[in-house]
């Protein structure tokens, strides 16, 4: 086939296909055909006659090179030009090897990543850059020094530096060369004399004499270096509290440049002033706050093992001097993949030892590092592993660990396992007593509610969350279990036992449903009042039962308190028996909470009475402290706006009060009615009055309750 020329610009070739092959349309598939349309190419056409060459490569084929050029050099490493034969070598850095040195314009230096001809160690002998090749172990160590740069100290890898230490390289820089400065003026000291720190008391310096060149003190006034390292203190305060903002990545390796720095530090020889800083005191206090704050990251950040590992080895090549000894091993933190802290998170080491090679480990950890762990693993809600954590844990602050231990209850709480929590709520720990012990009203509260209903506050808070939540696969706790751990701690809990409010919310739990209300509170349920020889019997039952308490700190109930009749009302009554003997041990300062706490139960409150009927002197206590509760001015309780439901069981109480045939109750009765008629202006359209008044008009008249104050009180709530 004829061919154009190359004034054409344009080329056809020819293939040698012998298939026939028809016409392609413009734009069609011509991967098949025999002639290809090559693009114009400015620089094929313009190279001139001279240039091109009729080379044979293959005659059988007919393949041949018409046109060649040289190709283009790009940029290389040095061991790699095509230009300049170079000779290997292991780690000669003292002369250039063969022709090492010599280099093309697109050579680049192996270590600084520079151009050849820009290296300033090219051939400077103990450099000698020009002999790097990366199959050297000796040049790519080298290599990886260059490029890491400042970093090289905490022997990172190059694949492990990223933006983050870079960022704390370029930090640490900056901070070298503020301290460097700040750290120049320290050691070059303030010229000053010791009169300056020490008031002369000479007589030559009283207003009356003045004496020039006075022998005697002439050795205070003479110039002397005074150092003050407290800019340069000030200056490492203030950038550790800058970095405070950067990522934990950064801000731990910041932390540790800046204690290599500062442990670099000595004071000279000479005098400082009062009340300024020194070396051996100033670098204490710094190394401390960065330990602490190293001890937390170290947990809570989620850094590769690999990182932390570094991270500890850089601080244990670090040089203490004597003043810092203390801090030999404080960053020897238990990584969470550490086989110790696994299996006591896994629940396999109860003890918290192992034995490594013949001797005892013991995890044992910083304050610090254990509040760490604490906040890392309720984030992540596990409370069941914090729970096995917090129980073998040991450290140097007994009483934050106790403090943390004391909350171990709320944790197995909030993982669903409440009979757990009841038991180790008397647990004695190896720093103290049982949790019980130490227990606040508001926590005695909480924990009723909690094992009542099976139901937890939401959140790690719990005096600071108003939801409550069911834990996944909990077990309910049986009232009568939650009624002997209540007794259990108000027998153990000198503070609990003397509070009237704890022994309401005990009540409350006897007369409540396993459910609470949408404000939190217990839901009253009225029990059916038991016949009377079964109260008997309870009551003399109980009285065994509590003393077994006293004495052995123990509860175990008879088959009476399960029975199939009157179980709820059995507890209800031992408690109230309970509070009997509470009652006779010491007089309360209120209690219209206690008895408020019956609610529909009034019965339970008539048993109460009864009881305490063996003594007069307690029973006259109780009732005239219950009508002085009444009479309290600042008392809000038949005024206040109240639901549908209390306002019954306010209705029901005082009826209860001005009804009942005792006649150790007349003269409280009568103290009530002359209370209610006194002040009903200010009862007026309460909801109380209504239930009160069905109340009494479905009562018969009984001898007492005809006096004109009862009737006046009648007839006034006829009108309501």
């Known amino acids: 086939m004829e061919t154009k020329t190359m004034a054409d610009k344009s080329v056809i070739v020819i293939s040698d296909d012998e298939t026939e092959t028809g016409i392609e349309s413009p734009g069609a598939d011509c991967k098949d055909s025999s002639v290809l349309l090559l693009e114009e190419n400015s620089d094929f056409g313009s190279v001139s006659d001279e240039n091109r060459s009729d080379e044979m490569v293959d005659a059988e084929f007919g393949l041949s090179i018409t046109y060649s050029r040289k190709a283009e050099v790009m940029p290389h490493a040095r061991y790699d030009c095509t230009s300049h034969v ?89 901070f070298d060369a503020d301290l460097t400065v700040e750290h120049d003026k320290f050691m070059m000291g303030t010229l000053s004399s010791l009169a300056a720190i020490y008031s002369c008391s000479c007589c030559c310096h009283n207003q009356y004499q003045t004496m020039v060149n006075c022998k005697r003190c002439s050795s205070k006034h003479e110039a002397i270096l005074i150092y003050n390292y407290s800019n340069v203190y000030q200056l490492v305060l203030e950038f550790l509290e800058k970095a405070n903002g950067e990522k934990p990545k950064t ?94 998170l ?57 403090r943390l231990k004391d909350q171990i209850p709320f944790f197995m709480c909030k993982h669903g396992d409440f009979t757990s929590a009841g038991h180790h709520l008397f647990h004695s720990h190896d720093v103290s007593c049982c949790t019980a012990c130490r227990l606040t009203p508001r926590q005695f509260t909480m924990y009723l509610k909690i094992l009542r209903t099976g139901q937890v506050p939401v959140g790690n808070e719990p005096f600071y969350s108003g939801v409550w939540e069911t834990p996944t696969g909990h077990v309910p706790v049986k009232k009568s279990d939650v009624i002997k751990v209540g007794l259990r701690i108000l027998n153990r809990n000198a503070q609990l036992y003397m509070n009237p409010d704890s022994w309401a919310d005990l009540i409350q739990v006897s007369c409540s449903d396993s459910k609470l209300a949408q404000d939190g509170s217990f839901i009253c349920v009225a029990w059916k009042e038991p016949e009377e020889t079964f109260q008997q019997s309870i009551r003399e039952t109980a009285g065994l039962v509590l003393k077994e308490l006293e004495t052995k700190q123990i509860i175990i109930l008879p088959k009476q308190f399960y029975s199939s009749y009157f179980p709820d009302e059995a507890m209800l009554m031992l408690v109230t028996q309970a509070l009997v003997q509470r009652l006779i041990h010491a007089h ?40 002085k509760d009444l009479n309290e001015k600042n008392n809000t309780l038949l005024i206040r706006t109240l639901p549908q439901s209390d306002a019954e069981h306010i209705g029901h109480f005082i009826f209860f009060l001005i009804s009942y045939e005792h006649a150790v109750l007349r003269p409280v009765a009568h103290r009530i009615v002359d209370f209610l008629l006194e002040h009903w202006n200010d009862f007026q359209n309460c909801p109380w009055q209504r239930n009160l008044a069905t109340l009494l008009q479905n009562q018969d008249a009984t001898c007492w309750n005809t006096s004109n104050s009862f009737l006046q009180l009648k007839n006034k709530l006829r009108i309501v």
């Open 346 to 402: 896994k629940g396999q080491n109860i003890t918290g030892e192992r034995v490594v090679k013949g001797k005892k480990e013991v995890l044992f950890e910083s304050i610090h590092v254990v509040l760490a762990r604490t906040e890392k693993l309720r984030e992540q809600n596990k409370y069941r592993e914090l729970a096995r954590y917090l129980k073998v844990v040991r450290t140097n602050n007994r009483a934050e660990l106790q």
């Open 86 to 174: 170079f000779c290997q070598s292991e780690n000669q850095t003292s002369r250039p090897v063969g022709t090492n040195s010599d280099f093309c314009e697109q050579c680049y230096c192996y270590i600084c990543d520079k151009l050849a001809s820009e290296c300033q160690s090219w051939i400077t002998p103990s450099f000698c850059h020009c002999n790097a090749h990366k199959r050297s172990p000796f040049w790519k160590s080298w290599r990886d020094q260059a490029l890491i740069g400042a970093l090289i100290v905490f022997k990172f890898d190059l694949l492990e530096i990223d933006a983050d230490l870079r960022h704390a390289e370029s930090l640490l820089m900056k």
């Open 588 to 627: 309360m300062c209120t209690v219209l909470n206690i008895a408020m706490a019956f609610r529909r139960n009034m019965w339970a409150l008539k048993y109460l009475f009864k009881s305490l009927s063996v003594r007069h002197d307690v029973l006259h206590a109780f009732l005239d402290c219950l009508i």
């Open 251 to 344: 801000f731990a390796v910041v932390l540790l440049g800046a204690a290599q720095r500062i442990l670099l530090h000595k004071q000279p020889l000479g005098h400082s002033m009062p009340n300024t800083r020194v070396v051996p005191e100033a670098v204490p206090l710094l190394l401390q706050r960065i330990i602490e704050i190293l001890q937390r990251l170290l947990v809570v950040s989620d850094f590769p093992s690999s990182f932390s590992k570094k991270l500890i080895d850089f601080y244990k090549s670090l040089f203490l001097p004597p003043y810092c000894r203390c801090f030999l091993n404080c960053l020897n933190v238990y990584l969470w993949e550490d086989s110790l802290l696994v299996s006591v």
